[in-house]
């Protein structure tokens, strides 16, 4: 890198955000200028050029969104060249993998519809990103699907916090989905649109 840094990061605006996401793997030099807060500009600027492509989704940064968006690589597994972009769940996942890691509610619901790990559970999924799914079995009627992580992560910070504090944490998560469901709705908006584009122009 013998040009100046300023330079440099003109440069990286002028590329795709995919380009981008590949430039920071190269060596550790170019991923300590491009995952730093500084270059979040950068960032901004490839994406801006794609029509129609939402911002990150809330909590997730602009090098996490390029990866999400254009990186086809499974999340848990690194199985390349996967398609499949869940946009509620900000993940991708491989056919072995959706599997594994999005669940359904029976997989975290006890028998026992009085216990406190029912309530528990209860409470939690309406603190993460669900959604409704056709059950694959013969009986007939939906049920609440989501991913495995979503829920650990969530149940464990509930049950750190204290007393005092868990309903103002209730109320940050659902104005966070909120915001999320909106984002994942115009993600698929411009997913819509690229399908559209390709066919036109094959």
């Known amino acids: 890198m013998n040009l100046p840094l300023e330079l440099w990061l003109e440069v990286f605006k002028l590329l795709h955000p995919s380009d981008l996401l590949r430039l920071s793997r190269t060596n550790l030099q170019f991923r300590s200028v491009l995952m730093s807060r500084s270059s979040e500009i950068v960032w901004r600027a490839t994406r801006s050029d794609i029509p129609k492509l939402p911002g990150p989704p809330p909590g997730l940064s602009e090098p996490a969104w390029a990866n999400l968006a254009f990186d086809s690589t499974c999340h848990f597994c690194s199985r390349t060249g996967i398609r499949r972009i869940d946009f509620l769940f900000r993940v991708r996942t491989c056919?072995?993998?959706?599997?594994?890691?999005?669940?359904?509610?029976?997989?975290?619901?006890?028998?026992?519809?009085?216990?406190?790990?029912?309530?528990?559970?209860?409470?939690?999924?309406?603190?993460?990103?669900?959604?409704?799914?056709?059950?694959?079995?013969?009986?007939?009627?939906?049920?609440?699907?989501?991913?495995?992580?979503?829920?650990?992560?969530?149940?464990?910070?509930?049950?750190?916090?204290?007393?005092?504090?868990?309903?103002?944490?209730?109320?940050r998560r659902c104005s966070y989905l909120e915001a999320l469901k909106k984002h994942a709705a115009d993600c698929q908006t411009w997913a819509t649109y690229m399908k559209s584009v390709k066919r036109e122009n094959p």
């Open 95 to 171: 056919g072995a993998c959706t599997e594994k890691q999005i669940i359904s509610d029976a997989a975290v619901f006890p028998k026992n519809e009085n216990s406190k790990e029912y309530f528990l559970a209860s409470r939690i999924l309406f603190l993460i990103p669900t959604r409704m799914k056709k059950r694959r079995e013969r009986t007939t009627g939906e049920h609440t699907v989501f991913l495995r992580r979503d829920f650990e992560q969530a149940r464990d910070h509930y049950l750190n916090l204290p007393e005092g504090e868990k309903e103002s944490y209730i109320e």
